[in-house]
C-alpha cells in the first residue's frame, strides 16, 4: 500500500510537550521544600492563587428560604446548607426542604447543562441547651436590656419570670445554676456577658457583672466545666431526628458528643427509624466531648467543631489549640471536618472583612478544614458577596499549605498492611503531585476511592463521577471533591466508563478546571465488581475531548 495514502488516512498523533510548572503559581516552590524554615521564606506575596475553590463552604439558611437563593448559592459555588426545624410544624419542615430542592433543581436545569448540583442538606440539632427567658418590654420598640459592667443582677429558675427579664433579674431554664459556687463564672450570648457568683440562695443566684453588654431574648448560657444535658437524645431531637429522616436529610449534625456510647445509641436510633443512609456527625461543643475525641471518633461519619460553644469552656485564648488538635485528629484518622466559627460576621453590615476574620478564616483552611461554615448568609443583605469572599480566602490559604509535609506525615501515617482501594489512592496523590495534575477523575459508585483521595490532599480538584445523587451529596462536604451525579443509561461496562470520563471532561471545561494540554489523572476499575477503582492513567486534556450534553 502507497506510504502516503496510509499517512492521509491514519489520524495524526498529539504529542503535548511537557514544560515545567511555574512557581509562582500556588506557592508552588514553596510548598514542596523540606524544612519548614524554608517552605516559610519561600512563600512570595505576588503568587497567584488556583482558580479553583477546593475548600467546601457550607451556608446557614432560615426557615423562610425561598429557591431563587438557593439558585445564587449554587451559582455562588456553595455546596452545602445548615438548618434546623427549631419551632417548625412538619409542613413547614416540608416546606423549607420542598424550596431548597427545588432551587437545586432549578440551578441544574438551566444553567449548569442539566447536570445534578449536589447540594449536601444538613439538620443541625439543638441539643440540651440553656437560655435565658424572654426580655420585658416596657415599651413597644425595646428588645434589649444593658447589664451594666460592675452592676449586680439576679439569675432565676422561676418560670414566674420567664417573660420578664428585666436588668434586675433574668430567668435561666435550668437549675443548674443552684449547684455553682461562689466566684464560678456564668457566660451569656456566647461570652458577650460575664457574671461572677457572689451568693447561691434557694432558687437565684446573685451575680457579678464582670463584663457588661445588651442583651436580647432567649440567649444561650454558658456554665463552664460542669456539663449541660443528658447522655441521651431529647424528646424533641428525635422528632427532629424523624422529620429529617422522612425529609431524606443527608447529614445530621449531633450535639453535645461525649463518648462513643452517647454516638453509638444516637446511631441505633436513627438506624431504628430507618435513617441507616444518613450521614452522622459529631459536634465537638464542650470539653468532654473534646478529652474523649479519639475514643467516638472511628465511629462517627465526620464532625462539626462548633468553636463559639466550645470557647466558652476551654476560653477564648485556647480555642486555637482546640481547633489544631481537632482538625489534626480528623485528617489523621480521614473523617471530614466542617468548622463554624462565626466567620466574617463583619460582613453582615460591612462589605469588607476586618483583618482579624481573613486571618481567622485562613487559618482554618491552612489547619486541615475541609468546609467553612458561614452563618453570616442567615442575616447579610450580601449573601453572595460573603460566600464569594470566603472563596477567594480560602483558595489563599490552600495555597499557602505546605502540601510536602502534610502528604508525607499522611503517608507515613498509613502503615502496612492497609486496603488496597487506600494505597492505590495514596500512589494518585502522590502521582499528581509529581506531574502537577490539573484534576483528578474517578470513576466510582459508592465513593470510597474519591474519599481516599481527598483525604490525602491532592493540590487539585477531585473529580468524581457517580451515579446516586445520595452518594454525590455526601461526597461534597470533603475538600477537592467535585461531585457529579451522572444520569444516563449504563450501556455495558466499558462503555458507561468511557461515557463518565468524557462527561467529567466536558465539565472540566466548561467550568474552567481542565483547558487544552492540561495532564489529568484518571481512576477507574478495571472490571466490573472490582468494588473499588484499581487502576489509574494518565493523558492529556484535547479539543477533541469536548462533549455537548
Known amino acids: 500500500m502507497d506510504s502516503t495514502i496510509l499517512s492521509n488516512t491514519e489520524e495524526p498523533c498529539v504529542v503535548y510537550p511537557w514544560e515545567p510548572c511555574n512557581d509562582n503559581e500556588m506557592q508552588m516552590k514553596a510548598s514542596f521544600e523540606d524544612n519548614y524554615l524554608d517552605h516559610m521564606s519561600n512563600l512570595k506575596i505576588e503568587s497567584n492563587p488556583s482558580q479553583n475553590t477546593l475548600t467546601t463552604i457550607a451556608c446557614g439558611v432560615l426557615h423562610d428560604v425561598t429557591r431563587n437563593l438557593i439558585e445564587e448559592f449554587c451559582e455562588s459555588g456553595a ?100 449547684r455553682l459556687k461562689i466566684n464560678d463564672r456564668i457566660y451569656l450570648d456566647y461570652g458577650k456577658i460575664e457574671l461572677a457568683v457572689i451568693r447561691v440562695d434557694e432558687d437565684e443566684v446573685y451575680c457579678l457583672i464582670k463584663r457588661g453588654e445588651f442583651l436580647g431574648s432567649e440567649k444561650v448560657v454558658h456554665v463552664p466545666g460542669i456539663p449541660v444535658g443528658s447522655t441521651a437524645l431529647t424528646k424533641l431531637d428525635e422528632e427532629k431526628i424523624r422529620t429529617g429522616i422522612q425529609l431524606k436529610v443527608d447529614v445530621i449534625l449531633v450535639p453535645g458528643v461525649r463518648n462513643s456510647v452517647f454516638f453509638d445509641q444516637v446511631r441505633k436510633f436513627v438506624v431504628t427509624e430507618r435513617g441507616r443512609d444518613i450521614n452522622l456527625y459529631a459536634k465537638i ?16 461519619d465526620g464532625v462539626f467543631l462548633n468553636r463559639p460553644n466550645l470557647s466558652m469552656e476551654v476560653g477564648h485564648d485556647k480555642i486555637f489549640l482546640a481547633q489544631k488538635i ?66 477567594s480566602l480560602c483558595r489563599q490559604g490552600e495555597a499557602a499549605i505546605w502540601e510536602q509535609q502534610l502528604f508525607t506525615e499522611l503517608n507515613k501515617k498509613s502503615k502496612p498492611k492497609i486496603d488496597p482501594a487506600q494505597a492505590i489512592s495514596i500512589g ?54 467535585i461531585a457529579l451525579q451522572y444520569i444516563d443509561p449504563i450501556e455495558n461496562i466499558w462503555k458507561d466508563i468511557e461515557n463518565r470520563t468524557r462527561f467529567a471532561m466536558d465539565f472540566g471545561k466548561r467550568k474552567g478546571i481542565l483547558h487544552q494540554g492540561d495532564l489529568v489523572l484518571h481512576m477507574s476499575c478495571s472490571k466490573q465488581n472490582v468494588g473499588f477503582a484499581n487502576t489509574m492513567s494518565v493523558f492529556y486534556v484535547s479539543a477533541g475531548d469536548l462533549v455537548n450534553a
Open 285 to 300: 461543643d464542650n470539653t468532654v466531648g473534646l478529652e474523649n475525641i479519639d475514643d467516638f471518633i472511628p465511629g462517627v
Open 79 to 178: 455546596s452545602m446548607v445548615i438548618f434546623d426545624f427549631n419551632g417548625l410544624s412538619f409542613e413547614q419542615c416540608r416546606k423549607m426542604v420542598f424550596e431548597i430542592r427545588q432551587g437545586v433543581f432549578n440551578y441544574s436545569l438551566k444553567k449548569n447543562n442539566r447536570i445534578p448540583y449536589s447540594m449536601t442538606l444538613v439538620l443541625d440539632l439543638e441539643g440540651s441547651c440553656i437560655t435565658t427567658g424572654s426580655i420585658f418590654h416596657t415599651t413597644t420598640t425595646q428588645r434589649l436590656i444593658e447589664l451594666s459592667t460592675n452592676a449586680h443582677v439576679y439569675l432565676t429558675n422561676d418560670v414566674e419570670y420567664k417573660f420578664k427579664c428585666t436588668e434586675d433579674r433574668i430567668y435561666v431554664n435550668s437549675d443548674i445554676i443552684l
Open 326 to 391: 481537632v482538625l489534626s485528629k480528623c485528617n489523621l484518622a480521614g473523617k471530614p471536618t466542617i468548622t463554624y466559627g462565626e466567620y466574617l460576621n463583619s460582613m453582615e453590615v460591612n462589605t469588607v472583612p476586618t483583618t482579624a476574620e481573613v486571618n481567622d478564616l485562613i487559618n482554618t483552611v491552612m489547619d486541615g478544614t475541609d468546609c467553612i461554615y458561614l452563618d453570616v448568609t442567615m442575616r447579610s443583605a450580601n449573601k453572595l458577596h460573603c460566600i464569594q469572599y470566603a472563596a
Open 428 to 481: 494518585c496523590v502522590e502521582v499528581s503531585f509529581k506531574c502537577h495534575a490539573a484534576a483528578i477523575i474517578v470513576i466510582t459508585t459508592s465513593g470510597l476511592s474519591a474519599r481516599f483521595i481527598a483525604r490525602y490532599r491532592p493540590r487539585c480538584p477531585v473529580l468524581a463521577i457517580v451515579r446516586h445523587g445520595k452518594s454525590a451529596r455526601k461526597l461534597s462536604v470533603w475538600r477537592n471533591v
